[in-house]
């Protein structure tokens, strides 16, 4: 099978070992969860259950807002402890729902039983999507029913499927695609027939040898589907350097996927696109990898939504000492937490728990102009450049420069000998350039 690949880029120690290997474990309902009602790109859900209600393990407690919104629902059977303002993973506090569990047992509010989603229009299936809460698992937590009707005048051509989880440490895509194999495909399918395209490829890393294999077996008689294998390297998974490895097509600066014909989701969202359209489940749990040399147990662990970090880690054995460093993501675009009582949400892909805190802030020395930042950077940007005019407030020429094409994968800073923060500084720059457009 012919290995694919994006030009530039780096090669970060992988660290998968330490759960690559682990099937997928069913996290016991937690006593608490707190549901955040901002945890999709868009406006926040409106709450619709009041503080004392009983609720039901996938009933809607959160009702979409806008076009681009997403439906909230319980994670757990329980009551409404209180309806208020929480901190959330992001730093910010924001509205959350607070529900107390009132039994070990789990059932869903459900409409129907398992059914053939053969029957179902496209509108039927979007609509099914949406009610769900679906949003991308990878991280982006865009509404998915949104990316599934794109504007007439973006035809769609060729769907794919992220599965290369390029994020060191990670392993919740690599194990949905063994453990969950069967229902992945059918997602990949359910999708493809939503969208109307005829073909869809299945993007697996090489450092993935047994999902390339198990994914390839189970498509084998299904002849729109093709599993490509890609080089292993970092960011292989950013939308852009997956569009360009597998169909050497270039999304324009500025532009999205669907510009060139093409729409990408996730491992996670298809296989929750599945349990929503044929199981009647909606998004109240995800996949998600507690790792890292923190953590006592490293696991690949279901998670209830809103389940609080602590609980979690405690479920792994605990952390391994006082100074760990706990991220939420992978190392190069996770966040750093600062308290364990901040609950699992849907873009949760990774809790990774390092040790050693105290080297984690390393002295920032001058830039020596090496040039490495530009060497790797995938978008063919000058990050050095972009960061030192964030920094002096020249907004107008970094955006003349392509600040907002940076992806944000940490490439840059990864290289970085001086170990400038240059995400960070071209973060801020893209915000205050948005800013001055709007």
């Known amino acids: 099978m012919k290995v694919l690949t994006f030009r530039k880029g780096i090669h970060p120690k992988e660290f998968k070992e330490l759960t690559e290997h682990k099937p997928i474990e069913k996290l016991p309902t ?48 329980g009551k409404v402890k209180t309806i208020d303002t929480f901190l959330h993973p992001l730093g910010l506090s924001t509205q959350t729902v607070h529900i107390t569990s009132s039994e070990e047992a789990n059932p869903l509010v459900t409409d129907s039983d398992t059914k053939s989603w053969e029957s179902l229009s496209k509108e039927d299936i979007i609509s099914i999507i949406e009610k769900s809460g679906i949003v991308g698992l990878g991280g982006a937590t865009f509404p998915t029913h ?132 044929v199981e009647n489940k909606p998004l109240i749990e995800r996949v998600v990898t507690v790792t890292g040399n923190g953590i006592k147990e490293p696991k690949n662990l279901l998670i209830p939504i809103g389940t609080k970090l602590k609980d979690v880690i405690d479920y792994c054995g605990g952390l391994t000492g006082d100074n760990i460093k706990v991220i939420m993501g992978g190392p190069m675009m996770g966040i750093t937490i600062g308290s364990l009582e901040v609950p699992v949400i849907k873009g949760t ?54 600040i907002l094409n940076c992806i944000e994968c940490g490439s840059c800073a990864y290289v970085c000998p001086s170990h400038i923060p240059l995400v960070q500084h071209i973060k801020v720059g893209k915000f205050m350039v948005n800013q001055l457009k709007k």
């Open 146 to 277: 949104v990316k599934l009707k794109p504007p007439k005048d973006k035809p769609i051509d060729t769907f794919i499927l992220n599965g290369c989880e390029c994020e060191p440490y990670l392993t919740a895509d690599h194990r949905m695609m063994l453990d969950f194999t069967d229902k992945v495909v059918q997602g990949v399918l359910i999708i493809t027939r939503t969208l109307g395209v005829k073909k869809a490829y299945i993007g697996i890393e090489n450092n993935k040898p047994d999902a390339i294999e198990k994914m390839s077996k189970a498509t084998s008689k299904i002849p729109e589907i093709e599993v490509v294998a890609l080089k292993t390297k970092y960011p292989q998974g950013a939308e852009k350097m997956l569009i360009k490895a597998v169909l050497d097509r270039t999304v324009p600066a500025g532009g999205l996927p669907m510009d060139v014909g093409v729409v990408v989701n996730n491992v996670g969202t298809a296989l929750a696109i599945y349990e929503a359209v």
């Open 30 to 77: 937690p006593k608490e969860v707190f549901i955040p009602l901002q945890q999709h790109i868009g406006s926040p859900a409106k709450a619709v259950v009041q503080k004392g209600e009983e609720v039901k393990a996938g009933q809607i407690i959160g009702e979409s807002t806008g076009f681009i919104s997403s439906y909230i629902h319980a994670s757990i059977n």
């Open 349 to 402: 892909s990774g809790i990774l728990c390092l040790k050693d805190g105290k080297n984690f802030a390393e002295t920032v020395y001058p830039c020596i102009g090496c040039g490495s930042c530009t060497r790797v950077c995938p978008m063919n940007l000058l990050p050095t450049k972009l960061a030192r005019l964030s920094e002096k407030g020249m907004w107008e020429m970094a955006n003349k420069m392509g």
